[in-house]
């Protein structure tokens, strides 16, 4: 069974940064699309980021474009996320989550074959 372990969360002022990392084992993470969803508080789960399995294609709604940067890691089996100026409203926790074969425009959670527990950000003055 595969699983995922995220890392990096913090709290960070408005305008900071911050880099999320996510393991995987127990699967072919080669096989894999690799993506960040996120879920603020009262609100319902919200995609982020996607990359292809080979690495080489990335995919982010608007809500993130130009501020986040997601990557395949040289172990390879590692995937990070680069958030750069950071809002309140990005406030929420983030989770790591894998599809085996090729990414999804827009997934939902019944898209992904394995998730991670979180990690949460916080984004305040």
């Known amino acids: 069974e595969g699983q995922l372990a995220e890392s990096g969360g913090g709290e960070v002022q408005p305008g900071g940064s911050l880099t999320l990392s996510c393991v995987g084992f127990?699967?072919?993470?080669?096989?894999?699309?690799m993506s960040w969803v996120r879920q603020a508080p009262g609100k319902g789960m919200e995609w982020i980021s996607g990359?292809?399995?080979?690495?080489?294609?990335?995919y982010y709604p608007d809500s993130v474009k130009g501020r986040f940067t997601i990557s395949q890691g040289n172990a390879k089996n590692t995937v990070y996320l680069q958030m750069d100026t950071l809002q309140p409203e990005d406030t929420a926790k983030y989770y790591c989550?894998?599809?085996?074969?090729?990414?999804?425009?827009?997934?939902?959670?019944?898209?992904?074959?394995?998730w991670g527990q979180g990690t949460q950000v916080t984004v305040s003055s």
């Open positions: 127990g699967f072919t993470f080669s096989k894999f699309a």
């Open positions: 989550a894998a599809r085996c074969g090729g990414l999804v425009w827009r997934p939902t959670p019944s898209d992904f074959n394995y």
């Open positions: 990359i292809n399995s080979r690495g080489d294609s990335a």
